[in-house]
């Protein structure tokens, strides 16, 4: 793949098809090797062992969040989300595990990761592009998850950083991760992955590699592995999006960095159409690309407003606004009350006007 801003694809998330079971199976297993119920944490979650060992149907959302919230209660570990992705198997991601460990090097990997991480993980989409000192991969959160989205952010970088040093031999230096959670009293436990460096309070969840660590080679790097395993998670990413041009659409835009959002022709291309056909498909599912668009922003403009610090300068900068003004009157129009207002306590009943993702 060129080294240019290379994004997941357009594959929209549904609340049904989220996150593959095989985690919440290693979840039940170290929590048994923490001399803790996991059976019992399962029942807390609607969920029975050999329904989960033998159903390989994804989770839901809701689901997901019962047992996240469950097992942190069970074992008193805030950190329980670092264990399970630090001990989670290649093997456990499938063939998205797969390409990643035999690619030529780390930045092949992450390529992989980047492109095909919705083959696990519906819920996030990641956006990769090189910077000067490097690569940046950034994440855009399709799902709320609440109170158990420290877990769940925890889980992910973690198996991220396994997925590495399996794929190099070592965990080198020269990656930063960027967590956009309030520095936790137990941060002490992300000491295990140096020497990686992570950052709390960031706007965003995202990973930084040196270019000096993305031409690191891979162990087992093997083109035929390479490309056999890719082409599973081309299949699998062809069924998660075979559904409606909309979902599509709104996937692509929602994955888009702030204020960099694709035009009509860029988006037309990645959905394999011309823009004009897409323009007639969009309009025969009672939409337009300039709806889905203002969605995408909306979405954006209430998970920047309500889950950062930025100033309502900031975010309207980053969602491509030059005028504050103009961009307070727009969130008037979206949401009926001014940026300042959303981000009262008495606004939370705005979050479920729009998700990231959603339209």
Known sequence: MPPSTLSSPAVAPALDSLIHPIYARLLR????????????????????????????RPLPRETIIRLIEAALAASGRPWLGLELG????????GPLGYAAVTARDLSGALQVL?????????????????????????????????????????TVVAAMLSVIESALGQRPAGISV???????????????????????????LAMTVSAEAARLPCLGADAQAHASACRDCEAALAVLADR????QVSALL?????????????VAQ????????????????????QLLLDAARRNRALWLLQHTHR??????????????????RTVRRWFGCTPGELRRPSASAARELARPGYT
């Open 29 to 56: 297993m170290l929590l048994q090797q923490a001399a803790v119920d996991g059976d019992g944490v399962l029942a807390l979650a609607g969920l029975d062992w050999s329904t989960l060992v033998s159903d390989d």
């Open 86 to 93: 630090r001990q989670a198997p290649v093997s456990a991601h």
């Open 114 to 154: 980047a492109r095909y991480g919705a083959v696990r993980n519906a819920s996030l989409a990641w956006v990769m592009q090189p910077v000067a000192t490097g690569l940046h991969l950034q994440a855009v959160e399709r799902v709320e998850w609440g109170r158990a989205r420290g877990f769940y952010l925890d």
């Open 178 to 204: 960027d967590m956009p959670l309030p520095t936790p009293a137990w941060a002490a436990q992300y000491q295990r992955f140096a020497p990686v460096q992570f950052r709390f309070g960031q706007p965003l």
């Open 244 to 247: 409606s041009l909309v979902q």
């Open 254 to 266: 929602a994955a888009a960095p702030a204020g960099a959002y694709p035009g009509l022709p860029a």
């Open 270 to 289: 990645a959905c394999g159409l011309g823009p004009r056909t897409l323009m007639r498909r969009l309009a025969a599912e009672g939409s337009s690309f």
């Open 311 to 328: 100033s309502v300068e900031e975010v309207a900068a980053e969602l491509g606004y030059q005028d504050t003004s103009n961009f307070s």
